[in-house]
C-alpha cells in the first residue's frame, strides 16, 4: 500500500523517521460523547452524507465545549434504528453511563451539556468495565483501514460487546491506533500480536506494552512527555502510577515546561522540553511534509 504520489504510506514514513509514539495522544480531553454511527464515515465524520441533521447539532455542540470530543463507533450493520452512545469522563476519577437511543434523530433534544456534567436519562446504566476504540477510519487515513480493521478483529473475539471501530482519533501514521476507556489512555503502532497482552494488561489496570503508549488525553503533550519519562524509568505501568498532572509553568522561550505529578514515590518535578525532529508524512492523502516533535525529559533536582 503507497501514496497516490508514490510515496510512502505515512506509518511507514514515520518508523523510517525514528519519530515516537510519546506524546501524540488527543490532549487536554476528558469529556466523551461515543455514538453509534453505522457505516461509512466521510473523512470528516461529521460530513457524513447520511447523518440526520440532529447529529451534525450534536456533534458541533460537543466540538464547542472545553476538553469534550465526540467519536463515531460502529460494529457492523444494524437492522434496527436504535443506536448505542456513551457518555462519560476520562479525568483522574473517571465515569462513564450508556444507554440506547430509540434513532440517531432522538439527539435532537439531546441537552448534551448536562450530560456531560453527569445528568444523564434515567434509562442510562453505570459502565463497570473498560471500552476499547480503535481506529479504523479508512477515507480519513488508508493506514488506518488497513491496520486499524486488523487489530478490531483481534481484539475484538476477546470481549465483543466492549470492543468498538471509531472514527478518527489522531495519528493515522501511528495505525493502529487505540483509546482504553475509562482512562482515555491511547496507544499507537499496535499490531494484532498486541491484542491480547494489551487487552489482560488494561483490565488488571496496567498499561502494555508501554513502549505504544501515546498518552493520556486528559493531559497536555508535554504532561504526557512527562508521565511516559516517569513510567520507563521506574517501571510504572500501574494506570494510577502516575495521577494529577500538572504544569506548574508557561512554556519557557526555549520551550521547557515545569510539570508536576503524583507517583508511588510522592509528587515528582519533570522538566519537559519539545525539540523539533524529522521530517515525515502524517498522512496517506496528503502530500504537505511535516517536522515531528521529539521530547526530550529530566528529573527537576531537588
Given at each position: 500500500?503507497?501514496?497516490?504520489?508514490?510515496?510512502?504510506?505515512?506509518?511507514?514514513?514515520?518508523?523510517?523517521?525514528?519519530?515516537?509514539?510519546?506524546?501524540?495522544?488527543?490532549?487536554?480531553?476528558?469529556?466523551?460523547?461515543?455514538?453509534?454511527?453505522?457505516?461509512?464515515?466521510?473523512?470528516k465524520?461529521?460530513?457524513?452524507?447520511?447523518?440526520?441533521?440532529?447529529?451534525?447539532a450534536?456533534?458541533?455542540?460537543?466540538?464547542?465545549?472545553?476538553?469534550?470530543?465526540?467519536?463515531?463507533?460502529?460494529?457492523?450493520?444494524?437492522?434496527?434504528?436504535e443506536r448505542?452512545?456513551?457518555?462519560?469522563?476520562?479525568?483522574?476519577?473517571?465515569?462513564?453511563?450508556?444507554?440506547?437511543?430509540?434513532?440517531?434523530?432522538?439527539?435532537?433534544?439531546?441537552?448534551?451539556?448536562?450530560w456531560?456534567?453527569?445528568?444523564?436519562?434515567?434509562?442510562?446504566?453505570?459502565?463497570?468495565?473498560?471500552?476499547?476504540?480503535?481506529?479504523?477510519?479508512?477515507?480519513?487515513?488508508?493506514?488506518?483501514?488497513?491496520?486499524?480493521?486488523?487489530?478490531?478483529?483481534?481484539?475484538?473475539?476477546?470481549?465483543?460487546?466492549?470492543?468498538?471501530?471509531?472514527?478518527?482519533?489522531?495519528?493515522?501514521?501511528?495505525?493502529?491506533?487505540?483509546?482504553?476507556?475509562?482512562?482515555?489512555?491511547?496507544?499507537?503502532?499496535?499490531s494484532?500480536?498486541?491484542?491480547?497482552?494489551?487487552?489482560?494488561?488494561?483490565?488488571?489496570?496496567?498499561?502494555?506494552?508501554?513502549?505504544s503508549?501515546?498518552?493520556?488525553?486528559?493531559?497536555?503533550?508535554?504532561?504526557?512527555?512527562?508521565?511516559?519519562?516517569?513510567?520507563?524509568?521506574?517501571?510504572?505501568?500501574?494506570?494510577?502510577?502516575?495521577?494529577?498532572?500538572?504544569?506548574?509553568?508557561?512554556?519557557?522561550?526555549?520551550?521547557?515546561?515545569?510539570?508536576?505529578?503524583?507517583?508511588?514515590?510522592?509528587?515528582?518535578?519533570?522538566?519537559?522540553?519539545?525539540?523539533?525532529?524529522?521530517?515525515?508524512?502524517?498522512?496517506?492523502?496528503?502530500?504537505?511534509?511535516?517536522?515531528?516533535?521529539?521530547?526530550?525529559?529530566?528529573?527537576?533536582?531537588?
Amino acid at each position: 500500500m503507497g501514496r497516490a504520489d508514490g510515496q510512502p504510506p505515512c506509518t511507514l514514513s514515520s518508523l523510517t523517521a525514528g519519530e515516537s509514539v510519546t506524546a501524540t495522544a488527543v490532549e487536554s480531553t476528558d469529556s466523551w460523547v461515543l455514538l453509534e454511527v453505522p457505516g461509512g464515515w466521510a473523512p470528516k465524520a461529521n460530513d457524513t452524507a447520511s447523518l440526520p441533521d440532529a447529529v451534525r447539532a450534536a456533534w458541533s455542540r460537543v466540538s464547542a465545549m472545553d476538553r469534550a470530543r465526540m467519536q463515531f463507533i460502529k460494529r457492523g450493520p444494524l437492522k434496527s434504528s436504535e443506536r448505542r452512545i456513551y457518555v462519560g469522563s476520562s479525568g483522574d476519577k473517571p465515569w462513564w453511563y450508556t444507554w440506547t437511543l430509540p434513532s440517531l434523530e432522538a439527539l435532537s433534544n439531546a441537552d448534551v451539556n448536562a450530560w456531560l456534567s453527569g445528568h444523564v436519562p434515567h434509562t442510562a446504566e453505570t459502565v463497570n468495565q473498560p471500552l476499547y476504540l480503535v481506529c479504523t477510519h479508512g477515507k480519513r487515513d488508508a493506514c488506518c483501514a488497513k491496520y486499524g480493521v486488523a487489530m478490531y478483529r483481534t481484539l475484538s473475539a476477546l470481549a465483543p460487546d466492549r470492543v468498538w471501530q471509531a472514527s478518527h482519533i489522531g495519528g493515522h501514521r501511528f495505525a493502529a491506533t487505540l483509546l482504553a476507556f475509562p482512562t482515555g489512555h491511547c496507544f499507537g503502532r499496535l499490531s494484532p500480536d498486541h491484542a491480547q497482552q494489551l487487552f489482560e494488561a488494561y483490565e488488571d489496570r496496567r498499561l502494555e506494552p508501554l513502549e505504544s503508549l501515546r498518552g493520556r488525553t486528559s493531559m497536555t503533550r508535554a504532561e504526557q512527555a512527562g508521565a511516559y519519562h516517569l513510567r520507563a524509568a521506574h517501571d510504572w505501568v500501574d494506570l494510577d502510577d502516575i495521577r494529577n498532572a500538572q504544569t506548574l509553568n508557561a512554556q519557557t522561550a526555549d520551550g521547557e515546561r515545569r510539570l508536576m505529578f503524583d507517583t508511588p514515590k510522592g509528587c515528582i518535578e519533570v522538566q519537559a522540553r519539545a525539540k523539533t525532529g524529522n521530517a515525515i508524512y502524517g498522512s496517506c492523502f496528503k502530500t504537505k511534509i511535516q517536522l515531528s516533535v521529539d521530547w526530550e525529559c529530566k528529573l527537576t533536582e531537588p
